[in-house]
């Protein structure tokens, strides 16, 4: 297997494991969104860091050069918890699912093209539209008045916002990260120190609202679940993807996480989905298809 395809199939993994966040947080609904991302973030990511701590004891001289990029990639980690689930609890789980999966990509390939000079091939071009199209389609799903009936009108545009800020701060975690392994930090310590600085920055607020994880065992086993198998083990399947391919394809291939979100909710949480949500799930099947398709011209991974 080239690092191309190992890459792309870390990558996928990774968006499996994210895909299932959705229906786990929905076992648990007396957690609130701030206490999941706390949990799944925080507890995850100091869980990786442990995990990579001979890599990042060994990296240390590196990673204090690249320090400006571990505090913004930290930053965004940190941020990027409290954006999704919020966006999730404002607008739905599959709004704010798709929008902030599906506007990674396009940011992500943004920060590369303004910070790297990184040209767009036709290629990614073509699977990001063809990505997009298909998670508008499964969107519409779910923008009905009745998914945030029980909010304010403020509420769809304040998640949509908010899925856009989670978004943004993916592709910048995964920027960072992967420019720290450009430059010589080891994969495994790039994304340790990432995440275990950024679960750091968030323990305070899981202190101040985590409390109801201790409420039952069904809470305690949601919690444990999504810090050690979505936060934990995704990402680190996902930080040997970066190391492989380009974040902008990584981000793209992300876009399998809707996806599986959907087909959970229909399985288990007796959720429907109309021919025009599976039209979107093929779409966004075939885009993960065009992505990651090995490209005949040699590009830099």
Not at 76 to 82: D, F, R, S
Not at 157 to 177: H, I, K
């Amino acid at each position: 297997m080239s690092a191309t395809s190992l890459g792309n199939s870390c990558v996928i993994i990774a968006a499996l494991l994210w895909g299932t966040t959705g229906t786990a947080a929905r076992l648990a609904p007396q957690l609130s969104p701030i206490a999941i991302a706390c949990v799944a973030m925080g507890i995850g990511g100091i869980l990786q860091a442990l995990l990579a701590l001979p890599a990042i004891l060994s990296s240390v001289s590196q990673l204090k050069q690249q320090r400006s990029l571990l505090i913004f990639g930290a930053g965004a980690v940190a941020i990027y918890p409290l954006a999704f689930y919020c966006s999730m609890h404002f607008a739905g789980v599959a709004v704010g699912t798709v929008i902030s999966i599906g506007s990674a990509p396009l940011f992500s390939a943004l920060i590369e093209n303004r910070l790297e000079k990184s040209a767009l091939t036709t290629q990614w071009l073509c699977g990001a539209l063809v990505g997009v199209v298909g998670i508008c389609l499964l969107a519409q799903l779910h923008a009905a008045p009745s998914a945030v009936s029980s909010h304010s009108s403020l509420a769809l545009p304040l998640g949509v916002a908010l899925g856009l800020l989670a978004g943004l701060t993916y592709a910048l975690y995964s920027w960072t990260a992967r420019r720290m392994m450009m430059k010589g930090v080891l994969s495994r310590a790039a994304m340790g120190s990432t995440f275990g600085l950024g679960g750091l920055l968030l323990l305070p607020l899981l202190i101040v609202t985590g409390a109801p994880l201790l409420a039952s065992w069904r809470n305690a086993a949601v919690g444990g679940y999504m810090a050690v198998f979505p936060m934990c083990i995704g990402y680190l399947c996902y930080g040997a993807g970066l190391a492989r391919i380009k974040a902008s394809v990584a981000t793209a291939i992300t876009l399998l996480e809707p996806v599986v979100a959907a087909l959970l909710a229909v399985f288990i949480l007796n959720e429907t989905l109309s021919p025009v949500g599976w039209a979107g799930i093929g779409l966004i099947i075939a885009s993960l298809v065009i992505t990651a398709w090995p490209m005949r011209s040699k590009v830099s991974d």
